[in-house]
């Protein structure tokens, strides 16, 4: 079971050794997200760390960032499973969904701020892209509704800060929120929208999974939990929230006002547009007693965004694919985890079965899902492993006959800067698919058989050559050789 709050989750990544306190006082406006930068940038993924900032100037609210999407091994801890089995586990919590069960009182409402003692600057929100940003944005779970069906939705949109009570979402059309919103707005009536800062694990991990409008990322949560997520019902507005979070802040999107949001270092590596948002007028921050603050790394990849992002995806993919699409030949799923989310580029390992199998099962991947790159191998390649899968390219594939180009996608946020026009209008997105699978009977690997590379590990040890461990890579062909 994971971790049931933030601070469960945040003390076993610190025994871990995961974890970093940062005692020095910080300026939210560059220092804490200049860091995070360094880190993602510089620090091979398996040294990063989660940075808990304890003492953020002009706020009594420590900040840590970083923390659930250091790495895979953060990611693996936040669901309390070894790495390996995060695809298990995601998969379990998708074919077993448990629906929220509501309280009535909550830790996150035991400090409760309204009317005219809100103020956002009371909570550390940094500024994400110092020198370059318009201004701080909170990045974490935002809850909307579906009027007509009074289905929630949690996913994580940027939302900008525009002055002490009033935000502006990226509500992005053709995003769920934005889905959301409408059936408000279309009726006359003002939307509820809620921010759900520091929450169990569980919560932030189900909230980035791209599932279908009208299916709840809080089902999944529960089913990652192994018990329902508590849900109290907001102060303010007509929304359920995580009771156990450590911050709530609710708010009301304003009836036919919108204001330009950005610019912002986005996910893709670049500026992003400036384009008109809805605007979101603040109705109350509630929040456990000593809260602690959770703002995601994104921008510049890697970054914990991708990370988290691709963690997800893959897990809710591969379930979906082999036991709601029918497609049990698919044996493992990964994401890229350096451009996760959007964009990104799927590999998928499979048995094909029949002739052009492979390629029809990476048309339904990048028909249902938004990456970008897909690309099919036999599963005798370790996914994980880019030089396997490097191998599998050059070996396996042949552009002219292995390519499928999908055309005319619509990416629902203006931010591929491949597709990007000089006006910042977006235009269409595309796809590919790479079949890398075997098509014929290529004859054994060119190795030794492997009771000969047995016998020579025995030599290699005998004779106090270096140790090493043995790469799945290899293991795999060995196997097979
Ligand atoms: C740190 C972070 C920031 C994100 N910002 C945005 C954003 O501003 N707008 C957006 O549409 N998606 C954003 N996403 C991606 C969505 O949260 C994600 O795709 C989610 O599944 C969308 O939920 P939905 O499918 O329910 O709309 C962000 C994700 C992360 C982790």
Redesign the pocket.
Same mark, same amino acid.
Request: glycine share 10%; charged share 15%; no cysteine.
């Given at each position: 079971m994971t971790h049931r709050t933030m601070r469960d989750f945040l003390s076993a990544l610190e025994q871990h050794g995961l974890l970093r306190r940062i005692s020095r006082p910080v300026d939210r406006m560059w220092e804490p997200a200049a860091l995070a930068k360094w880190m993602y940038q510089a620090l091979p993924a398996e040294q990063r760390f989660g940075m808990y900032f304890e003492n953020v100037k002009g706020t009594t609210i420590p900040l840590v960032t970083g923390a659930l999407g250091a790495n895979s091994a953060a990611y693996a801890v936040a669901l309390d499973v070894e790495e390996d089995r995060v695809n298990e586990t995601l998969g379990k919590a998708c074919r077993n969904r448990i629906p929220p069960k509501v309280v009535e009182s909550a830790l996150c409402q035991e400090v409760v701020i309204t009317g005219a003692d809100v103020r956002l600057s009371y909570l550390p929100i940094p500024v994400w892209t110092p020198g370059k940003d318009v201004g701080p944005y909170i990045?974490t779970n935002t809850v909307t509704k579906d009027y007509d069906t009074g289905i929630q939705?949690? $996913?994580? @949109?940027?939302t900008m800060v525009r002055d002490e009570t009033s935000v502006i979402p990226? &509500?992005?059309p053709g995003? *769920?929120?934005h889905q959301n919103m409408l059936t408000w707005i279309g009726k006359g009536k003002v939307a509820p929208i809620a921010w759900v800062i520091g929450a169990s694990p569980a919560v932030h991990l189900a909230?980035?999974?791209? &599932?279908p409008y009208g299916a709840d990322?809080m089902d999944v949560a529960g089913g990652l939990l192994g018990e329902p997520v508590a849900m109290v019902k907001a102060k303010t507005v007509d929304l359920m929230v995580p009771a156990d979070a450590e911050i709530i802040i609710e708010g009301e999107i304003l009836l036919g006002e919108t204001a330009m949001e950005g610019p912002f270092g986005e996910?893709a590596g670049y500026m992003g547009p400036v384009d008109p948002r809805p605007v979101v007028r603040i109705t109350a921050i509630t929040h456990r007693r000593d809260p602690v603050f959770y703002g @995601?790394t %994104?921008q510049m990849p890697p970054s914990? %965004?991708t990370t =988290? *992002?691709s963690m997800t995806n893959a897990g809710v993919m591969l379930q979906a694919l082999r036991e709601e699409m029918g497609e049990p030949s698919v044996s493992d799923l990964y994401i890229d985890l350096t451009f996760g $989310? &959007?964009l990104a580029h799927a590999v998928v390992a499979m048995k094909p079965g029949y002739p052009a199998h492979s390629k029809k099962v990476g048309r339904m991947i990048a028909a249902t899902w938004?990456v970008k790159r897909v690309t099919v191998v036999d599963d005798d390649v370790d996914i994980r492993d880019h030089t396997h899968v490097e191998w599998a390219m050059n070996a396996r594939f042949n552009p002219v006959r292995d390519t499928v180009l999908i055309d005319d996608v619509y990416f629902? =946020?203006n931010m591929d800067p491949s597709v990007r026009s000089l006006t910042s209008q977006s235009t269409m997105g595309s796809k590919i698919v790479c079949d890398a699978t075997l098509k014929v009977d290529a004859g054994t690997f060119s190795l030794p058989p492997k009771e000969i590379m047995a016998k020579a590990l025995d030599l290699w040890k005998e004779i106090g050559l270096p140790e090493f461990e043995i790469p799945k890579r290899a293991k795999l062909r060995i196997d097979r050789s």
């Open positions: 990045t939705n949690v $996913g994580v @949109y940027r990226n &509500l992005a995003r *769920q929120g909230a980035v999974a791209n &599932l990322e996910f @995601y %994104s914990e %965004s =988290i *992002q $989310g &959007l938004p629902p =946020i």
